[in-house]
């Protein structure tokens, strides 16, 4: 296998803290959570979709080789024993592509670390009169007066109200704040 060197070896588990590894985790347990419930519910064409993204987050990751080797390790097995269901004789040959004795119809699916689930920070849809003047980052959980200020300070957001007298400022928890001028 290409690029196998750049991988942990099977059940290594030292995960690295930093953003690129941390982001692949996150991105990792995302899929098995949302894969798990889609196939669960007969919702085929969305655990797809799903696996799809994750495919491009693995993929994105190798281009940049900015993540540990044991969490490439997880994404890729990870990867592998989402797609078994639907393909299971390429999964296999992956599976011992990578190294592994066992058969993957052995393996168990995959559980999704719910720590990994929660999200550190949220991205809000800053409008003015409903229509999407930027974006912001913004701490998970944050209170309503402190995303309305920063809102504010978002420069496009700021030249759209001017010296307007603000009427109304819709804030929708971890998701947008509208200003009505």
């Known amino acids: ?34 894969v798990t ?49 639907m393909m299971p004789h390429l999964a296999e040959e992956m599976w011992h592509t990578l190294g592994h004795a066992t058969q993957l119809c052995d393996v168990s699916w995959p559980v999704a670390d719910q720590s990994l689930l929660v999200a550190d920070s949220v991205t809000y849809a800053i409008q003015v009169n409903g229509k999407l003047r930027g974006t912001v980052d913004l701490p ?18 700021a030249d759209s109200i001017g010296e307007k007298d603000i009427r109304k400022v ?3 928890p971890e998701k947008l704040v509208n200003f009505v001028v």
């Open 37 to 85: 419930s889609d196939l669960e519910r007969f919702h085929y064409n969305r655990a797809v979709a799903h696996i799809y993204e994750l495919t491009n987050a693995v993929s994105a990751a190798i281009k940049s080789a900015a993540a540990d080797p044991a969490s490439m390790r997880e994404a890729l097995e990870t990867l592998i024993r989402l797609v078994a269901p």
């Open 140 to 157: 998970a959980g944050i209170d309503r007066e402190a995303a309305e200020a920063a809102a504010k300070s978002v420069p496009n957001v």
């Open 170 to 172: 819709i804030v929708v």
């Open 1 to 34: 296998m290409e690029n196998s060197d750049a991988l942990a070896p099977a059940g290594n588990t030292d995960f690295s803290d930093d953003a690129p590894s941390l982001e692949l985790r996150r991105e990792v347990h995302r899929a098995i959570a949302e």
